[in-house]
């Protein structure tokens, strides 16, 4: 898919590109004074971190899998922070570049076995991107790639025991993959998802299915997606039958 970016290379230069608005743009302004902490020390730090991920994509340099996975805490932390200065200094013409930087490296990560710890940026930038689309096969991709990062979800992530925030990055991904395969009008892979989906996010099924129900009535959908779709909500029902 064009949308996501798979080598590091490509990664990297989309981010120095992004880099290099906000410290422009921190230049003008000064809104972050701190130059410990600020875009220049942040940028350096990048640099380092792609050199080394560069290393390990070209296979002249091998990590353990426990170094792998502090690896990708320490770059994803570091995006963190590009993407909090990226809102400070006003540089919103790059959020779907931060998207498509978050996603891309969730990826790279995945596919190296990672179990992945810190997954705000992912689920957000991978929910950006999703919205974006309109074309059925680019958002059954979407969906399937989005199964990849959570299937490579750490455990502790995974067990999803406090539920108290909606917005927690867990749900927010997997609630996106079930709008990916609803959109897509893939009745087979919304049934693969939705099956998935109620393993993961078993509070969260009545009210996503009867959303879905309520969306197709507005819409001509085929009917073997609509029969999915009445399908699980009849397993799922808001209101358990007395």
């Known amino acids: 898919m064009k949308t996501l970016i798979s080598d590091i290379g490509g990664i990297s230069d989309l981010t120095l590109e992004v880099m290099q608005t906000i410290i422009s743009n921190n230049e003008?302004?000064?809104?972050?004074?701190?130059?410990?902490?600020?875009?220049?020390?942040?940028?350096?730090?990048?640099?380092?971190?792609?050199?080394?991920?560069?290393?390990?994509?070209?296979?002249?340099?091998?990590?353990?899998?426990?170094?792998?996975?502090?690896?990708?805490d320490y770059g994803l932390d570091l995006l963190d922070r590009?993407?909090?200065?990226?809102?400070?200094?006003?540089a919103m013409e790059h959020r779907e570049n931060m998207s498509k930087i978050f996603a891309s490296i969730g990826l790279w990560f995945a596919r190296r076995d990672v179990k992945l710890r810190n997954l705000e940026g992912i689920a957000d930038g991978f929910g950006r991107i999703t919205n974006s689309l309109t074309d059925s096969e680019e958002l059954a991709e979407m969906c399937r790639l989005m199964g990849e990062i959570a299937d490579s979800t750490a455990a502790e992530v995974?067990?999803?025991?406090?539920?108290?925030?909606?917005?927690?990055?867990?749900?927010?991904?997997?609630l996106n993959t079930g709008i990916a395969a609803t959109r897509s009008l893939d009745a087979a892979l919304m049934e693969q998802t939705f099956e998935t989906l109620g393993d993961r996010l078993p509070d969260d099924m009545p009210g996503f299915?009867?959303?879905?129900?309520?969306?197709?009535?507005?819409?001509?959908?085929?009917?073997?997606?609509?029969?999915?779709?009445?399908?699980?909500?009849?397993?799922?029902?808001?209101?358990?039958?007395?």
């Open 28 to 72: 003008q302004s000064g809104k972050i004074d701190n130059p410990d902490a600020g875009p220049l020390a942040v940028a350096s730090a990048l640099s380092d971190f792609f050199e080394l991920a560069s290393a390990v994509e070209g296979g002249q340099v091998t990590l353990e899998n426990e170094e792998l996975t502090d690896f990708a």
């Open 82 to 90: 590009v993407a909090y200065q990226l809102l400070v200094v006003e």
């Open 158 to 174: 995974r067990v999803d025991a406090d539920r108290s925030n909606p917005y927690r990055p867990w749900r927010v991904l997997n």
């Open 209 to 242: 299915l009867s959303d879905g129900q309520r969306q197709m009535t507005l819409q001509d959908v085929p009917e073997p997606v609509r029969a999915v779709m009445d399908r699980f909500a009849a397993r799922w029902p808001q209101t358990p039958p007395h």
